[in-house]
């Protein structure tokens, strides 16, 4: 397998990962992807990573942690509008807002709507 398709599968993997509710497993193929290419969307993909690992905090039930890396994944895809690698980054920011805002209300993690996590699906 050539880079290119190295890379892409990388991706490819989290994204699936990402949309089956396997945070940890999405955030290490985009892990794999960050540090062992250079990228020139290199923050997109840390943004990505961020936004996982948000999602594993809460699982875990590290409120502070989840409301962390989220506030940071957020500031990461700032930069992005439009379409960035197949995902549409208006609505990716508008479900991240939404999150922020499900995680101010709560202190209990448990009763976190996982409905609410934004997909990454055109």
Request: with cysteine; aromatic share 10%.
């Given at each position: ?24 497993e999405a955030h290490e193929a985009w892990e794999d992807l960050w540090s062992d290419y ?85």
């Open positions: 397998m050539n880079e290119a398709a190295e890379k892409e599968a990388l991706f490819q993997k989290g994204l699936m990962e990402y949309e089956k509710g396997d945070y940890f250079n990228l020139t969307d290199r923050k997109f993909i840390q943004g990505l990573i961020q936004l996982s690992v948000s999602f594993v905090h809460l699982r875990n039930g590290n409120m502070n942690g989840a409301r962390s890396l989220l506030k940071k994944c957020s500031e990461k895809f700032q930069p992005y509008q439009h379409l960035q690698r197949g995902i549409n980054m208006d609505e990716l920011k508008m479900g991240i807002e939404t999150v922020a805002l499900a995680y101010e209300e709560i202190d209990d993690p448990t009763i976190f709507d996982w409905d609410l996590v934004p997909s990454l699906k055109e």
